[in-house]
Nanobody, 124 residues
Framework: EVQLLESGGGSVQAGGSLRLSCATSGYSLSNYCMAWFRQAPGNEREGVAAIDSDGSTNYGASVKGRFTISLDIAKSTLYLRMDKLKPEDTAMYYC??????????????????WGQGTQVTVSS
């Protein structure tokens, strides 16, 4: 059974930083594709960043240059480093596994494994 457990969310002022973590279990990291999505109240889920075992990364236009996705295989943990946070980054952030390729992974799909989410709130 694949389990994804997010942590690291919280409240921060605009311009600040946070690092989200997603501890994985039951998901093989020998050939992986993982991503972060977010959803704000009243909005649809939005792809934030993705990474795959080919070494490719992909970022949503609104976070490119501010967010960095990485994977520590030894720790089976996915990270999202978020810098220069803005109030519009406020959302529930979800970890996702089993996408196909990073370049195609920023569209939500029910075939992915989803975590329960961690809340990020950015105040102005």
């Amino acid at each position: 059974e694949v389990q994804l457990l997010e942590s690291g969310g919280g409240s921060v002022q605009a311009g600040g930083s946070l690092r989200l973590s997603c501890a994985t279990s039951g998901y093989s990291l020998s050939n992986y594709c993982m991503a972060w999505f977010r959803q704000a109240p009243g909005n649809e889920r939005e792809g934030v960043a993705a990474i795959d075992s080919d070494g490719s990364t992909n970022y949503g236009a609104s976070v490119k240059g501010r967010f960095t996705i990485s994977l520590d295989i030894a720790k089976s943990t996915l990270y999202l480093r978020m810098d220069k946070l803005k109030p519009e980054d406020t959302a529930m952030y979800y970890c996702v596994a089993d996408c196909t390729f990073a370049e195609e992974a920023l569209v939500p799909s029910d075939v992915y494994y989803w975590g329960q989410g961690t809340q990020v709130t950015v105040s102005s």
